[in-house]
């Protein structure tokens, strides 16, 4: 008995997390998509740090919901010094996100035609094009 619901628990465990990790890009996307409407009470946001994740809490048109992305504190100290840009119609926007937060999304996904990542330490650069995700920047790093 107990043997069935422990398996049936790690199942569950185990087919969230490669849900969470199959779909990481579609919920940036959704939250990039929230907070751009301006409707994302910016006020009721909290953010909790896991062992491997971010969990980002907030509120929009009234109601509670969060979204958990992977954090690496292994990649924090090193990813300190990219900057990330969106280049769109030869305009460029800072994107930085956290240290340590792998870049999921690609740059059409933002609307944009590349993500160029600058290490600000040693100037060397990458250009990321349609259907490429940067991830950790490990190229860089």
Partial sequence: MYYFVGATLLTILLSSSYLLYR????????????QSLNNVDSSNQNITVNSNSLTISYSYIGNA?????????RYSVKMTPLIAELLTEG?????????????????????????????????????YKEGMKPGYCNELL
């Fill in 91 to 127: 305009k460029t926007r800072n994107i930085t996100q956290q240290a340590g937060v792998p870049y999921l999304i690609s740059p059409e996904e933002m609307g944009g035609q590349a993500i160029i990542i600058t290490n600000s330490e040693t100037g060397d650069v990458l250009v």
């Fill in 65 to 73: 919901y969060q979204v958990t992305i992977p954090y690496n504190k």
């Fill in 23 to 34: 779909y990481a890009s579609t919920i940036k996307l959704i939250y990039c998509v929230l």
